[in-house]
């Protein structure tokens, strides 16, 4: 077993651990980043990112996170490809246990392990993500301006996308598999009275398809869960909005999450535990977009920078 002591280990390679490892490293704090699952984080499956600042034209998801990581390695930071599978959070310095048979020891963390969309489980799906499946709105709403798009789901994220696409879109049109929608009801009065949006109920897509070279959505298979009548319905652009999962169940029973399954912390991204920090995605569920999930990196390493300082 490698043992590896650090003052400040950073979990997650998104926006908020980049910046959390930058703002760290150039502290002299000589912080480790642990990649994880996804190098990079949701940004690495997105293709052009318009509304980061800094950029006068669109960049490509996994080009801007590259610099990040760079940007991040440049300063001081160490980086390391590894998967955490069991941590200690009981005492200091915290442990943690990889499946490169890695024993970390640091006196202070950043999680920002981020979220993760749930999608549909359709091959299909996975073939067009991308190139017309999206799994955020406000991130690629602009690309189907005056196109017709389809938003999948009926809870507070379905509406508020169907209603926010409206801005850009020709035609919304809603898919829910269900007669009701399990939105708030404020929510549900300001969709149905949206001319552009048309609600499809019982309906459920079983495929999407397309072209081929590019690959691009051209429109979806339906299914009604009433009779299991089939339709197709033409589209330009599909966004699941059935709910995202943040990447915590590492930290069950160590660090205190809320209902849903995130950190919950103090207005300074404390957790429960001295010296762990959450940022980005993990702990956030109301913006979830990668200029917050970076600022939530940058006020995790000045926290933790302050805390190791303070117990020097």
């Known amino acids: 077993m490698n043992k590896i002591n650090t003052k400040l280990l950073i979990l997650g390679s998104g926006p908020?651990?980049?910046?959390?490892?930058?703002?760290?490293?150039?502290?002299?704090?000589?912080?480790?980043?642990?990649?994880?699952?996804?190098p990079g984080g949701q940004l690495t499956i997105t293709t052009e990112v318009e509304n980061y600042p800094g950029f006068a034209n669109p960049v490509q998801g996994p080009w801007l996170m590259e610099q990040m990581i760079e940007q991040a390695k440049n300063v001081g930071c160490s980086i390391i490809n590894d998967n955490i599978l069991?941590?200690?959070?009981?005492?200091?310095?915290?442990?943690?246990?990889?499946?490169?048979?890695?024993?970390?020891?640091?006196?202070?963390?950043?999680?920002?392990?981020?979220?993760?969309?749930?999608?549909?489980?359709?091959?299909?799906?996975?073939?067009?993500r991308g190139f017309g499946v999206s799994a955020c709105a406000t991130c690629d709403a602009f690309f189907f301006k005056n196109?017709?798009?389809?938003?999948?789901?009926?809870?507070?994220?379905?509406?508020?996308?169907?209603?926010?696409?409206?801005?850009?879109?020709?035609?919304?049109?809603?898919?829910?598999?269900?007669?009701?929608?399990?939105a708030e009801k404020v929510l549900q009065e300001r969709l149905f009275?949206?001319?552009?949006?048309?609600?499809?109920?019982?309906?459920?897509?079983?495929?999407?398809?397309?072209?081929?070279?590019?690959?691009?959505?051209?429109?979806?298979?339906?299914?009604?869960?009433?009779?299991?009548?089939?339709?197709?319905?033409?589209?330009?652009?599909?966004?699941?909005?059935?709910?995202?999962?943040?990447?915590?169940s590492l930290f069950k029973g160590q660090l205190s999450l809320d209902e849903e399954g995130y950190i919950k912390t103090t207005k300074h991204v404390l957790t429960n535990i001295e010296g762990i920090y959450a940022a980005g995605d993990v702990h956030d569920k109301i913006y979830r977009q990668a200029v917050t999930a970076a600022g939530f990196g940058c006020m995790a390493a000045i926290e933790a920078e302050q805390f190791l300082e303070s117990k020097e």
Do not use: M
Request: proline letters at 3%; one cysteine or more; charged letters at 25%.
């Open 86 to 128: 069991n941590i200690d959070f009981t005492k200091r310095p915290f442990s943690l246990l990889s499946e490169k048979n890695n024993l970390y020891s640091a006196d202070s963390i950043i999680i920002s392990t981020g979220a993760s969309a749930k999608w549909l489980g359709l091959e299909s799906e996975k073939k067009y």
């Open 193 to 248: 009275k949206n001319e552009k949006i048309s609600v499809l109920w019982d309906s459920e897509v079983k495929s999407i398809y397309g072209e081929e070279s590019p690959n691009l959505v051209k429109g979806l298979k339906i299914q009604s869960t009433v009779n299991n009548s089939s339709s197709e319905l033409e589209i330009d652009g599909i966004f699941i909005a059935i709910g995202h999962e943040p990447n915590t």
């Open 147 to 182: 196109k017709n798009v389809a938003v999948i789901g009926g809870g507070n994220t379905a509406v508020e996308e169907a209603i926010f696409l409206t801005k850009f879109a020709k035609r919304v049109y809603l898919i829910h598999r269900r007669n009701r929608l399990r």
């Open 16 to 38: 908020a651990g980049c910046t959390a490892a930058t703002y760290a490293a150039r502290s002299n704090l000589k912080p480790i980043l642990i990649h994880g699952n996804q």
